[in-house]
């Protein structure tokens, strides 16, 4: 039973606009979620997080939307550079007493960015 | 640069041959973890060490062991590898556990003949 989806497996955008990549989770008690980029032959590089006490959060270029009640999350980037192009993945976390930091992962979705 | 280190990048074995990853940190954190990415598929957690305490999933084959000698190392033992064990393995490292990001390693790439 996969808890956080990531239905879109490739996205392909000019540079200079919006990119926007898709999340959904199912388990009701996640409440931190990440975005992570990963280059091939490299490891994912953590990009942004959210809480889920917010709605957005912002760095640069990127931007994280959450909608609790939709239990879906996006990750905007604007304006969109060929060097974001990677496999972007969404993660979420659980809080409490069994809290292990366990990462639950989406399967990626890949970015392509065309100069 | 504080970083997490993996090696070997590429690791190849027999079917059955036991074999050890390797991970390496200057963050000087307490926590690292061991995930599993198969081909196309999400990283998944194998185990995770809090400074000295080992904690396994439930759902990690018994195949797989782990070490943590000391804060800066740890170690993925697999007793005797099968084809299903050919797989992306990822050491990723946190301060802490909870709502934190966690560090990755690039990862080894291991092949079973």
């Known amino acids: 039973d996969q808890q956080v989806k990531q239905n879109s497996p490739s996205l392909s955008v000019q540079e200079g606009r919006i990119s926007i990549l898709n999340c959904d989770y199912t388990n009701s008690m996640f409440d931190y979620f990440l975005w992570y980029k990963k280059y091939p032959a490299e490891g994912p590089t953590f990009l942004i997080s959210i809480s889920s006490i917010k709605d957005k959060n912002e760095d640069g270029r990127f931007t994280v939307f959450l909608n609790k009640s939709a239990k879906h999350l996006s990750l905007h980037i604007v304006p969109s550079q060929p060097g974001d192009s990677a496999v972007y993945f969404c993660?979420?976390?659980?809080?409490?007493?069994?809290?292990?930091?366990?990462?639950?992962f989406g399967q990626g979705t890949t970015l392509q960015v065309k100069p | 640069d504080a970083m997490v280190i993996q090696n070997p990048r590429y690791q190849v074995t027999q079917f059955g041959k036991p074999v050890t990853l390797s991970c390496s940190q200057t963050l000087n954190h307490n926590v690292m973890y061991w995930y599993q990415q198969k081909s196309s598929q999400a990283p998944k957690l194998l185990f995770h060490y809090y400074d000295k305490d080992f904690n396994n999933e439930a759902d990690t084959p018994d195949n797989f062991q782990s070490r943590r000698p000391n804060t800066s190392f740890c170690f993925l033992d697999i007793r005797s590898p099968g084809l299903g064990d050919a797989a992306m393995y990822l050491c990723?490292?946190?301060?802490?556990?909870?709502?934190?990001?966690?560090?990755f390693g690039d990862g080894t790439r291991l092949s079973i003949l």
């Open positions: 993660a979420a976390t659980e809080h409490g007493s069994s809290n292990t930091g366990k990462l639950i």
């Open positions: 990723a490292t946190s301060f802490t556990r909870g709502n934190q990001p966690q560090h």
